[in-house]
């Protein structure tokens, strides 16, 4: 055994982060800037099992060696480090690449080098504490990407005594599903944990608070007995360190799948049109109310009609409502027909992988439900439906019979698939489905999706595939199958703009980005916020015209008809959603007020958020030239300054947005 090892420990030394290990494979993560060492925290038991008999968290560094290594995510060199213990022996393999310098890529393999059989109940990798830096509160910012019933902030402060498991399993009966990756951060460095695996997996991600320091890492369980010569390693995982927030840990989390072989799409041009819903009339909408609207649709600007919920006879029977489509599929087309007519195109609302108790899949084709190990059916709360498994075939190929007639037959150009149950599934304990193990149905929700974005595009190359997975997370395993991304039911304006800070993180550019409607935003108005990250317009008013019993609070009054007007004027001027969205230059969490910035062509356009603000602002990624400042709202001139970054004095309420254009 090198006596180096025991006595002094290892540092795996990339250019911008360090791993160091001490005598016991603890660990600690160091952020590497120009000359500058930030220590993040104290070693703490990174790599660790519980066995039946306790957590073993110390082995004795024996061995470290490293060599040169190519693969999918690109070139760099190896690192081994063995530890030792009494009778399991711990080899942790870090990768540092050449193109990623802030990253560290993980695996550990744990072998029984005992006599006797021993019981892993679960692994932990990356598990890192983080000092709380001198200062004032919040200490620590974070992103948290598990998906729960109350529908939290993905992104928030830290205050003692937090805690979150973010896990990527079910945490309700039809919630679950996430992107496995968390985030804290200070105002001087942050730190990002997660794993690289093509398809969901059941773990968690737990990030805690005490008074002095925050932790974070990834846990799973392994439920396995390892016999005597038998070994365990763990998925492989990530730790990158970052300055700023959130976004530039999960852009670098994108840009690691998309090498290891993830597509994410392009959305075409018409994705990036303003949208009205006929939400505003509910389930009970009337035909005849849709189209009596259409006028007040066209003169507001808005290029997208929706047609929501309650267009259909039942989740699981994805036909036209008698009531409403006397003639069923003709009287659709015919609906759809003269919204084309009007100089529209047409979304269709759907909610798949529900199928309504005695609704007709649910009758004819019971084999395809996902069942409880007791052999129940698993209820989604909301729609009051039951899981379908979206691993099974057959579930499969309905759904893409239902895209074929959607789009093809009835002629509609997009889809708006929603709800809460999309990110995740139950385990399935259905033997009809012949599943190799219960978690299929879970590793299976991308497949689902797969099968009906290529089906839809197969049908409708120039198809927009939206996502709306109902105040939840997100899955990053959904992405490569959808080209519209949406707030997704938004408790408030800060959420309209952190889930569009995230989402263009995960994403990229190229994917349009849907504020959802205005009515979901605080006031019930707020287009700004939609506009100031980069997303697409969109309403769901009712117009006090149209024929039928309306909901009062979304009725389109005249005050409220200029001002929607107005914006979505403004925004078919700057159309910023398809913009480069800057999202390294201000931290959502310390910079105040709070910031956002897009390029476009040549300008810059900024867009800041607080209260109330009397003070400075700084405007960065300008280039170092002159550049006239004007409120693209108000049209008020704020002169000309100079780049790289200009100081400039400012008041207002609610929100500011800014146009920098060169001279």
């Not at 995510?73 to 193109?99: C, F, N, Q, S, W």
Request: a neutral charge; one cysteine or more.
């Amino acid at each position: 055994m090198p006596t180096w090892a025991a006595a002094q420990g290892v540092i795996v030394a990339g250019r911008g982060i360090e791993l160091e290990f001490d005598a016991r494979m603890h660990s600690r993560a160091i952020a590497v800037r120009a000359q500058d060492r930030i220590e993040l925290g104290p070693f703490s038991a990174s790599e660790t099992v519980k066995t039946d008999k306790g957590e073993r968290a110390d082995f004795t560094l024996v061995d470290h060696d490293k060599e040169p290594i190519s693969d999918a995510i690109g070139k760099g060199h190896r690192h081994r480090l063995t530890g030792r213990g009494p009778d399991l022996e711990k080899t942790v393999e870090i990768i540092l690449y050449d193109d990623w310098p802030d990253v560290a890529v993980f695996q550990t393999t744990y072998s029984n080098v005992g006599t006797n059989p021993l019981a892993i109940e679960a692994w932990t990798q990356n598990h890192y504490a983080i000092a709380a830096a001198p200062g004032p509160e919040p200490a620590f910012w974070s992103y948290q990407s598990g998906s729960y019933e109350k529908r939290p902030d993905w992104v928030l402060p830290l205050p003692a005594g937090f805690r979150q498991e973010n896990f990527q399993g079910m945490n309700a009966t039809d919630y679950g599903g996430g992107t496995p990756v968390v985030d804290v951060w200070r105002r001087d460095v942050g730190l990002a944990v997660g794993h690289l695996g093509l398809v969901p997996k059941n773990v968690s991600l737990p990030v805690s608070r005490t008074r002095d320091r925050a932790t974070l890492g990834l846990r799973a369980a392994a439920g396995r007995v390892l016999a005597p010569g038998e070994k365990l390693t763990t998925l492989k995982t990530f730790v990158a360190v970052h300055r700023g927030d959130h976004f530039q840990s999960l852009a670098t989390y994108r840009r690691l799948m998309i090498r290891q072989g993830i597509q994410l799409a392009t959305a075409p041009a018409s994705a990036f049109e303003p949208i009205w819903c006929a939400w505003g009339y509910g389930r009970e909408f009337t035909t005849e109310q849709v189209l009596a609207t259409l006028p007040v649709v066209e003169k507001l600007g808005l290029r997208w009609v929706t047609l929501d919920d309650g267009w259909q006879v039942a989740e699981g029977d994805w036909s036209p409502n008698p009531a409403k489509f006397p003639g069923g599929d003709a009287d659709m087309k015919k609906f759809v027909d003269r919204i084309h007519a009007a100089g529209f195109r047409a979304q269709l609302w759907w909610t798949p992988l529900a199928a309504d108790p005695g609704s007709r899949l649910e009758r004819e084709h019971p084999e395809l439900l996902l069942r409880n190990q007791d052999g129940s059916t698993r209820a989604i709360t909301w729609w009051d439906s039951l899981y379908l498994c979206p691993a099974n075939q057959a579930v499969r190929e309905d759904a893409q019979a239902f895209v074929r007639k959607a789009l093809g037959e009835w002629g509609f150009d997009a889809l708006k698939i929603d709800g809460q149950h999309l990110n995740g599934a139950p385990p399935c304990f259905n033997a009809a489905h012949g599943h190799a193990t219960p978690e299929e149905s879970s590793e299976g929700v991308p497949g689902f999706f797969r099968a009906v974005w290529e089906e839809a595009l197969a049908t409708r190359p120039d198809a927009v595939v939206e996502i709306c997975p109902c105040g939840t997370g997100y899955s990053f395993f959904t992405m490569p199958y959808l080209n519209m991304a949406v707030a997704a039911d938004p408790e408030s304006s800060w959420q309209v703009r952190l889930k569009g800070k995230t989402l263009k993180a995960l994403l990229g550019d190229g994917v349009a980005y849907f504020g959802d409607f205005v009515e979901l935003s605080t006031g019930a108005e707020d287009f700004a916020s939609t506009l100031g990250v980069g997303g697409v317009v969109g309403t769901n008013f009712a117009w006090p015209g149209a024929p039928g019993k309306k909901d009062k609070k979304l009725l389109l009054t005249r005050e409220r008809e200029e001002k929607w007007a107005f914006w979505v004027k403004l925004y078919q001027e700057k159309r910023l959603s398809q913009g480069e969205y800057l999202g390294a230059l201000y931290d959502i969490g310390f910079d105040r007020p709070e910031a956002h910035a897009i390029r476009k062509g040549d300008a810059l356009y900024y867009a800041f958020f607080a209260n109330r603000f009397r003070g400075q602002v700084e405007l960065r990624g300008l280039e170092s030239r002159r550049y006239r400042v004007r409120d693209y709202e108000t049209g008020r001139d704020f002169g000309v300054v100079s780049g790289p970054r200009a100081p400039l004095g400012v008041s207002f309420k609610r929100h500011l947005l800014l146009e920098a254009l060169p001279e």
